[in-house]
């Protein structure tokens, strides 16, 4: 059965207009269908309360809206809230609300899992589960949306695509999700970030669309060797073919990229790795994001100590690069960076998936 939010918008109107033409029915149809799509939380057709039950009984015999089940939700201290949404072959995915004083933030998954292998990475160490499609990259959105309608939680202002898996290995998804969100739910492109480790064709790609999404480059290390102790795809995509792609991606104009610096103490904070981030961060206009170490249950690391974080953004601050440090969030609840699912999988006694060899 075709899931309707799978579809990119212009393939929505054909698809809806030629079943609606075919049963005779009227095309302004198509746009009640489409708000509910776009505009609701309702997963199916029974609900869709302005179409005649005939209509809703055609639709429901051909056509599906994608809509995960609330496995659990779970509330930090710090208002952070943590969905695992239940997919419909069982998988389990999550995504993260978080709120600041001026903004509320999505954080949602492009992979059930990841196949890339970053060893300081709890889904990394969780291995591969499958692809999303666009639709249960779009739902998580959706029922999120719902969500924090409902909680008083308010708009979601901004989507970042910063919690399982590597958005850049599942294109054949990303690309109409970053399409639907866009022009179907109504999200501006600036207020989307994709982020990725590394993938350079992906970047190229991300680079050659019209809208200008924000991209975040999971960074971790200025250096080659290091990055490559961290990141098995630093091998594949070394620094200096990444730094070009992300160059490219700027000079496309009016575009932001983001770094990430994932701080991990006596690993990747070494005084002399400052400033050499910071040209990094200098020759393609990057905002620096430090983010401490969250402890995964995998690794004995530990994050910086506050004086070397503090010591980085000195650093960057002097060579003139905006940067921030970043709270963990939700850590209580394990809805912090890197953390995703890793608890899920023990809790539910999943057997251990296979890890990426390089
Ligand atoms: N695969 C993409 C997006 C998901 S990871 C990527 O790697 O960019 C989202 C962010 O969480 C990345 O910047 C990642 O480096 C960071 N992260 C992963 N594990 C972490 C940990 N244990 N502590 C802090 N940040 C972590
Ligand atoms: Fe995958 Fe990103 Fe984690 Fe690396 S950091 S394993 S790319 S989710």
Redesign the pocket.
Known sequence: MKDLLSLTPPELRVELESHLRERGEPSYRADQIRKWVYESGVGTFEEMTNLPTEEREALAEVYRIECPETETVSRSEDGTVKHLWRMRDGELIESVLIPTAERLTLCISSQAG?A?G?T????GWGGFGRQLTAGEIVAQFRNARQWAEENDYGPIHNIV???????LANRKALHPALTILNQGLGVGARRITV???GVVPGIRELAARPEQFGL?L?L?SPVESLRAELIPLEKRHPLPELMDAVEAFVREGGRRVTF?Y?MIRGINDAKELAPKLAELAHRVHAFVNL?P??P?PYQDWQPSVPARVGHFRKVLEEAGISVAVREPRGRDIDA????LRANALVQLDAEPRPRATP
Do not use: D, K, L
């Open positions: 990841c890339m970053c300081f990475c709890a889904t695509f910063m919690g399982m898996g590597e958005p982020s990725t480790v975040a999971s971790h990430e994932t983010i170490f969250n995964i912090a960076c890197g953390q």
